[in-house]
């Protein structure tokens, strides 16, 4: 059966999306910020993995540990450098410095490793299993899997561990968590920290999956990733791992039914619809302003 | 109080000065550029970039209408110049037979991507009005993206038998003779080049009549109003989405005429052009600009598209440099204590003067 084989497709791909929104929701519920660079921490991920696994010959799952490391460590350091003297700063000025940050991310993958697209070599095997009558990948379950792991262990950590409940109570009211001797300029480096090391992650996955590695690689999956978080209600955790999946299913049934190079229109519609509907998202907070 | 309304003592009020000092800067620009032009000293990149440079100069004015003056993010600025642009190249290629001079041709092309994309933006305001922040930011971005693919799947030709309009390639049969006008990912090709400094800048002294217009009349007081506080601006009895879509709709009118002017500047262009980078291009000419401030959005506007230009001997370099000197103008702009020392020194200056 087609439609099978499609829906698991689209829960592959949505996964990666999934992946990808949970920084940006996380970024933003704490930070109160869109990070439009995000989408170039992908790029800079895959890079480290590409070359982890072909100059340096590391196994997988030590290339992956050295994209995860890498990012993390840049995703800290370009808050500490370019977003923290910003913290009382308009919005739209940290969205500025925000492309700034990515342009000079491109920018300089472009430099190191030239414009042209390099082959991510296949190590996930590509074989794969039958479903009834579909087939699916491993590399597909694989990242399926690899979501839930994830979801699972950041809603334990979120809800369970005393950071967690620490990152809530920042997302709530900054200034009373300054006062309750929170330390929220370290909450926000961690969460910038987590949704890089996510982003490495993803970056592997989404690599694996469409082999080839260029500068401006994570900016149609960032943009897709950040629609994704939208469209589960930005800020919530669920919702973006809802959201991705159902992004992703949407964009494989439009092409797989509707037409491929259409695709993105149809994804991008849905959305304004959904937003129409529901206009903070799937699981978004209606926030009710006083006067 | 009569005296306070004639001509000369509202040269002395602050915003008409803000607003003549835009015109003159355009104005001396022009004869400064036309006069180098016809010395000859200006380089052929530079007199090149002239047209384009008018292009986006008008579609940030518009981008700050709406973002500004009305508050409202939107990141889908280059879908509205999209729609311009190749409305622009379709009017201008269906009227080629009828209308041979030049201008006459422009203008209406202009015209009619203004309109067109002052209707896209009304019916894109709909939705996109009733949602708030970050949420209307990602439906103008959606926007956006839906026009750049629309645009890559449109197949639009003229022939004999009338206009041919189909989405699929296969479907898209043209008689003899025909000439095709949009072709898919292709975009247009052999469009003819009508476009010139002289109606830009024209355009751009258009722009900024309608812009400052809307700004100091009541409507635009109202836009202000809704923007610094809705439910206050509600009270009074401000219909909040109205005056929100006048300023939404004039914004989009303005990035197609931009856009119509950019597409009759060029003889191929691409729906690519106009994706999502370009729209957050001309959002930073905006932010460098100053929210609200004409002027402001015209200096960075040039200066943004010709840093690039002038640092092309810096070559891989030069856009690394680019992205280092938008993120520090960002920190240095909104640091606090740098802001303050700078002020303190400009009223130290002041004191000392008197």
Known sequence: MQFLSYLINGLGLGSVYAIIALGYTMVYGIAKMLNFAHGDIIMIGAYIAFFALTKFALPFPLAVLAAIAVCTMLGVLIERLAYKPLRQAPSLAVLITAIGVSYFLQNGAQILWSSSSKVFPSVISTGSISLGSASVSY???????????????????????????AMRACSEDKGASMLMGINVNMIISITFAIGSGLAAIASVLLASTYPSVYPTMGSMPGIKAFTAAVFGGIGSIPGAFIGGLLLGIIEIFAKAYISTQLSDAIVFGVLIVILLIKPTGLLGKKINVKV | MKEKSSVFSRFGDKKNRGRLMSFALVIIAYIAVEVLLKTGSLGSMFSSLLVPITCYVVAAIG???NVGISGELNLGQAGFMSVGAFC???????????????????????????VLAAVFGFLIGIPVLKLQGDYLAIVTLAFGQIIKSIFMNAYIGIDTEGLHFSFVESNFKLQPGGKMLLNGPMGATGTQKIANFTIGTVLVIVALLVVYNLMFSRSGRAIMAARDNRIAAESVGIPISRTKMLAFVTSAALAGAAGALYGLNYSTLVPNKFDFNTSILILVYVVLGGLGNMTGTIISTVVLILLPELLRSLQDYRMLIYAVVLILIMLVTNNEWLMTKWKSLFSGKAKGGA
């Open chain 2, 63 to 65: 981008l700050n209408l």
């Open chain 2, 88 to 114: 622009g190249i379709c009017v201008s290629g269906i009227l080629a037979g009828s209308i041979t001079a030049g201008i006459p041709r422009l203008i209406i092309a202009i015209i009619c991507g203004a």
């Open chain 1, 139 to 165: 590399l597909t379950l694989l990242t399926i899997a690899t979501c839930i792991v994830v979801m699972i262990c950041l809603t334990l950590f979120i809800n369970r561990t005393k950071t967690g409940s």
